[in-house]
């Protein structure tokens, strides 16, 4: 496994601010803007599928494997020798909450998609989680 990116973050917000925008799909723009669209197929729980479209990639299928209410959101995707998975987590913390997010590959081609597609994930999923607590403390 490599580890691609990891964040942390506190924030005064409560953690069910901070759940609610993971499990809406229609607003990841807003807070990550390599994202061009992204939605799931029926109930957004652990199992459900979706789609997403990354600005400038092709349309990425991904499998919903965590969804703890407000706790943990967890997405899957897999690509051609290697799985993707975007681990977001929250607790409570003193009158707020504690963000972390944690984004690895696994699998034979984990090290070409690592200095490929995904080598940028170093730099923009802390800038992510930084606009999505701006967005909920809005």
């Known amino acids: ?66 969804c703890e209410q407000d706790r943990r959101y967890t997405d899957v995707s897999r690509m051609p020798g290697a799985r993707l998975t975007f681990r977001h987590l929250v607790e409570p913390h003193g009158e707020g909450s504690h963000l972390a997010v944690h984004v690895a590959v696994e699998g034979p081609l984990a090290w070409l998609w690592a200095r490929t597609a995904f080598r940028g994930f170093q730099d923009s999923v802390p800038a992510d989680l930084d606009r999505l607590i701006a967005l909920v403390e809005g």
């Open 1 to 66: 496994m490599i580890i691609l990116a990891t964040a942390q973050r506190d924030s005064h917000a409560a953690p069910s601010a901070f759940f609610a925008k993971w499990m809406d799909h229609e607003t990841w723009p807003q807070w990550s803007p390599d994202t061009e669209w992204a939605q799931v197929e029926g109930p957004v729980v652990a199992g459900a599928r979706g789609t997403l479209k990354p600005v400038g990639g092709p349309r990425t299928a991904f499998e919903i494997a965590e």
